[in-house]
């Protein structure tokens, strides 16, 4: 019998072991409530659609004129590794010989995988960084417009809202939750770089036991827990604003509103309250006004207004808000509404944003340091928001603004990507296909043959976390866990690492990009700053071989003092916010100065972009996180297989939007707007409101027909559908939650899903 091994992911901590052939995985015991992704693990060790070898695309190999238009569309040669090595440091010489750093992109946006080493947008990073920089990537398709509006209310991003509000705090004190976009459990399994403990089911069963209510503002009803009561709001995607701006409304009209923390703790309230009464725009922003356009009713608008006035009340805004048209706003808007609550750093009350979007967020903080690899510095200062990927392979050289600064496309010759999916996150695939054809040179790491490593030129094997060693560790868990090689490398996948050191060996940037050391010597380097931090403060401090024997150290954690926001409530002159006004600004004359016509001084309510409203596509599409696996990660394992219908993506329909269009549960149904169209299986319900579907992310993206220049995407891609503009001028952010579409049953004769098949590989003909 095997031994099982600890190990890590992104869903959850667990152990496991090959026995007969097969992988066997059991979840961390410590661990309350585990999360299903785990089932998908399995397949890692024996999938058809593993890269196996080398491969390299047949008309790059071949190098004819204009052959990136075949893109996607052409066959693949395996080569061995001496070959692909040598193809592509000879690549990676020539372009950064001809055009220079500014013309390689390696923003290499991903979730990767867990494990601190191994880390594949560190390794990547540290590699083009010796080589003399790459155009990088800022934020990230999470919190795009948050990160970027958030530094200008209330300080940097992750530092005073969600490092305040803890759930042990919610347990204790709080006595009404305010969700927008709700807490959905499925996003809270998930945390970046490991969670050992689901807590957030058992913690929201705590405040509920205790007498805390909740409401779930979303067009979901699925979107709370469904063992913690709720209330369901059920809005209408887009309008939170508005709403938002109603509840502001009732507070000033029966004189709710927290005057002296207002005066106290922020500034411009009066700009805003201008605009609030419709002082400055002559539309008073009432119940009424806001039940039109929400769908919630003036009533229950005013009602919860009162509600939210005489509780201990939290207001949390989840990710999914932002990640629309105008992002910014419900973001500012709901930390101007806990201002106005004046609860801004009591005990669970406030505001947190995005807090049960990812499973460690309202956790304790960690009293050491984690394990972290040195990506070095990047000698170029070329950037683009993340989300502009395809604007910038499309229009070299345009201008584009961005928080404040009109900057310019860089031209890019060679794109390296290790570590993401750009053909599962970015949106209008349709448009990004065009991009990918605009580069020379594509090249890709990944484990699976997922679309984007099909849309390559070099594809390099790399293995995943259970074939190599590592150290798991993750903002706010308290475990690292010894990272143990489960299985060996499938086919001859290499770790990043290696792939990234043969490069430097063949470009003459070895001893700086390996320092000389193996991976084994590299997590002992790297432990030993965690080691040395703890020493230093008196705590429980194994060396790396006594941690790595015992499988996981347990680490100190921060006292829950109510962070940043407590200290600010308690000493507004001592602990000013870095912000110009050393306040929370609901009027930003930094932001105003900017003069966006997306993004004003204050938050307010923005009507549809007139290119987002068409009456031929009237139904709004949710393109929400998947609950059955990590974004497109192992969409090829047993969990996330089992919930496909006839091998498609799920989509949700209410029975009014069903029953109108003779669409009945388990049909396969088209969906289309003007960008593309995709299938996918009905699932008839009325947990989505009328008027909305849902069709989650991370279906592998599959063309009916490669070479088509409007493909349809056969297995549920949403990505197909939505649009690719920016949150607006200030953040320029991805828009990808929402967009609006028409369906229909799809009566065609069904075509066969083959994404999950063997590659074929033709022969190299010289
Ligand atoms: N429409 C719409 N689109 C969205 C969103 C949405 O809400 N709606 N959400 C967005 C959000 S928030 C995010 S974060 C993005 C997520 O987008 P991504 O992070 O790009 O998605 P993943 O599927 O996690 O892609 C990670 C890829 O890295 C590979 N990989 C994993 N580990 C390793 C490794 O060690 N080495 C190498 N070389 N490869 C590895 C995996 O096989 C996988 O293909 O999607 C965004 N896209
Ligand atoms: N299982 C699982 N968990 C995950 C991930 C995953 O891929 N799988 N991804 C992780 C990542 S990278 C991130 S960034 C977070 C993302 O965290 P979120 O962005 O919060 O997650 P989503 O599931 O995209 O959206 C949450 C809910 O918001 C609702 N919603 C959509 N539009 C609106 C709207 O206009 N108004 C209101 N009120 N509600 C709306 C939707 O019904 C949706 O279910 O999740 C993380 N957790
Ligand atoms: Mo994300």
Redesign the pocket.
């Known amino acids: 019998m095997n031994a099982f091994q600890p190990h890590s992911s992104h869903w959850g901590a667990f152990s496991g072991r090959m026995e007969d052939g097969k992988l066997e995985i059991r979840a961390h015991p410590g661990d309350p409530h585990p999360s299903p992704i785990l089932g998908n693990i399995p397949a890692i060790a024996d999938s058809p659609v593993r890269v196996r070898r080398p491969a390299i695309r047949r008309g790059w190999l071949e190098g004819k004129p204009g052959h990136q238009q075949k893109r996607g569309a052409d066959e693949f040669v395996e080569v061995n590794w001496q070959e692909a090595l040598d193809l592509a440091a000879t690549e990676v010489r020539r372009i950064y010989g001809e055009f220079g750093p500014a013309a390689v992109f390696g923003g290499s ?5 867990a ?1 601190r080493f ?3 947008q560190s390794q990547i990073h540290r590699f083009l960084n010796v080589l003399g920089g790459y155009v990088r990537s800022v934020n ?4 795009g417009a948050a990160s970027v509006i958030i530094p200008h209310v209330l300080g940097p991003y992750d530092t005073f809202d969600r490092k305040s509000v803890t759930w042990d705090a919610i347990e204790r004190s709080t006595e009404l939750v305010v969700a927008f976009g709700g807490m959905a459990i499925k996003n809270a399994d998930v945390h970046g770089g490991g969670i050992s403990q689901h807590v957030v089911l058992p913690k929201l069963k705590g405040a509920s036991a205790r007498g805390a209510r909740f409401k779930l503002v979303s067009p979901l009803r699925d979107d709370f827990p469904a063992d913690v009561n709720a209330e369901w709001l059920p809005i209408i995607p887009g309008t939170d604003v508005a709403l938002l701006l109603g509840i502001a409304h009732v507070l000033v009209v029966e004189g709710l509103h927290d005057r002296d923390f207002l005066e106290h703790y922020t500034t411009g309230y009066d700009r805003f309250e201008n605009y609030l009464l419709g002082r400055s725009d002559g539309v008073p922003k009432t119940p009424q006004w806001a039940a039109e356009i929400c769908g919630i009713g003036a009533e229950a608008i005013t009602d919860l207004a009162r509600q939210m006035a005489r509780s201990r009340t939290l207001i949390t805004v989840s ?2 808000l932002q ?1 629309a048209d105008y992002g910014e706003q419900p973001v500012w808007m709901g930390i101007v509404l806990a201002a106005m609550l004046g609860q801004i750093g009591l005990d669970g009350g406030g505001y947190s944003y995005s807090l049960g979007a990812l499973g460690n967020i309202g956790k304790s903080l960690l009293a050491a340091p984690l394990p972290t690899l040195n990506q070095f510095k990047n000698p170029l200062g070329d950037f683009i928001p993340v989300a502009r990927i395809s604007d910038m392979l499309l229009h070299p050289g345009e201008a584009f603004h961005y928080n404040g600064k009109e900057l310019h496309y860089p031209d890019i010759r060679l794109v390296y990507w ?5 053909f ?4 209008d695939i349709n448009r990004l296909r065009r991009a990918f054809r605009k580069p020379d040179t594509l090249i ?5 043959w ?1 679309a ?2 099909r849309f390559a030129d070099i594809v390099l094997p ?4 259970i074939e190599r060693d590592d150290i798991g560790a993750a903002d706010r868990d308290p475990l690292i866990i010894a990272m143990k090689r489960v299985i060996e490398p499938v086919g001859e996948a290499r770790d ?1 690492y290696d792939i990234f050191a043969e490069l430097s060996r063949r470009l003459g940037t070895y001893e700086t990009f390996s320092e000389n050391r193996t991976s084994k010597e590299w997590l002992t380097f790297l432990f030993e700053t965690t080691r040395s931090a703890l020493a230093a403060g008196g705590h429980d401090a194994p060396d790396f071989e006594t941690f790595w024997q015992s499988g996981e150290l347990r680490l100190p954690v921060k006292p829950d003092d109510g962070g940043p926001a407590n200290a600010f409530r308690q000493a507004p002159e001592t602990s000013p916010l870095p912000t110009p006004s050393g306040k929370i600004e609901i009027f930003s004359q930094t932001i105003d100065s900017f003069g966006y016509d997306d993004c004003g001084g204050h938050p307010q309510f923005y009507p549809p972009r007139p290119e987002t409203e068409d009456a031929r596509y009237p139904l709004h599409l949710v ?3 998947p609950h059955q696996r ?5 969409d090829y394992g047993d969990f996330s297989r089992s919930t496909k219908i006839k091998n498609r993506e799920p989509v949700r329909i209410n029975p009014t939007d069903a029953a109108s269009r003779g669409i009945s549960d388990g049909d396969i149904v088209r969906l289309f707007n003007t960008r593309g169209s995709c299938l996918a299986a009905a699932v008839i319900s009325s947990d989505v409101r009328p008027g909305v579907m849902q069709l989650a ?2 279906a592998w993206f599959e063309a009916d027909d490669t070479n088509a220049e409007t493909a349809m995407c056969i297995h549920g891609n ?2 197909i559908l ?1 649009h690719d503009i920016g949150t607006s001028k200030l953040a320029q952010g ?1 828009t ?2 929402l ?1 609006r579409v028409e369906v229909e049953r799809f009566s065609e004769t069904l075509p066969p899903v083959r994404i999950f098949e063997a590659m074929t590989f033709s022969k190299k003909s010289r």
């Open positions: 946006y991903g979730w990767s995988s494990g191994h880390h594949a990230t398709y999470s919190s990710h999914s990640r290790a570590g993401g999916n750009p599962h996150h970015h949106q890709v790491h990944e484990s699976a997922t984007t490593a790399a293995t995943t976390t990043d393109c929400n996180q990590l974004h497109s990660q192992l992310t991370g949403p990505n939505t991805c990808g939650q967009t």
